[in-house]
């Protein structure tokens, strides 16, 4: 998970204009059904800005970095539309007022939007954003990590045999928060995401010790311009527009080397 930034970022205004209209119909309906009736007539629009939200992340899922591993991609409302589940199953009423709202939309694998499906839990004593009070939003205390909040992907990490894992020194709530976004996303319960992230460390660490090792040789023209051929390969793996690149960054972060740390804080 790499934080995806939303600010200042503008859909077609046509489309801007278009879901506005929906939002205003919902807005006007007598009832919920009737909302949930005018969301399902209007569930393609969301979909038609499934490329504007993939060039947000370089073509990646938003919640486990990956491409093709992960399946194909859906536009998933990070807050549910119809209702919303929390941890033990109950429901409570959905966001249906964010339904057009792209700044509530994710870019998601089928194999992570399936399994969160509505789920979207807050803490026992969270306040919970209405229809009637839509700026308890702001307080809600969600259980999910977000991809769109600048703090959150600081908090998941990586290991060397390819499973995500909550930072290290996160608190008691930081780790229930990645423990049930990992459950809820699947992000280690997809064998071909997890043995990819698995490759990546093992090709990662191969190629900081073939860098360490012509570090330690004398110097030579060669010797400098395979140094840098290498290091601009790490570098490549770390940037935003890889596949799992997070996972590279941990696995750099992770090494007892000071130069491999050093170019995962600068990418």
Known sequence: M?????DGQTPPEDWLERAQEVTQEME???????????????DTLWSELKAW???????????????????????????PKKSAKNTDGTERGGYWWLAFDYLNYRICGN???????TFFPLAP?????????RALIEDELCLLLDPANEDDPLLLSFNETGDAEALADCGPWDQQRVTESILRFKLNDHPPLVEARRDLWRRCREKMAEC????????????????????????AMVRPDAVLSSTARECLRK?????????AANN
């Open 111 to 117: 194999v992570g939007n399936r399994k969160k499906s």
């Open 53 to 79: 939200l993939l060039a947000l992340s370089h073509g990646k899922c938003w919640f486990s970095e990956a491409r093709d591993i992960y399946s194909h991609f859906d536009v998933e409302h990070f807050r």
């Open 212 to 235: 360490q090792n012509l570090m330690m040789q004398p110097a030579t023209v060669a010797r400098r311009e395979r140094i840098r051929a290498k290091l601009n390969e790490l570098r």
């Open 28 to 42: 006007e309906a007598p009832s919920d059904a009737e909302r949930h009736a005018i969301i399902d007539r209007n």
């Open 125 to 133: 004593y969270s306040a919970i954003g209405t229809a009637q009070n």
């Open 255 to 263: 090494s007892n080397l000071e130069w491999a740390k050093r170019i």
């Open 2 to 6: 790499i934080y995806i930034r939303m």
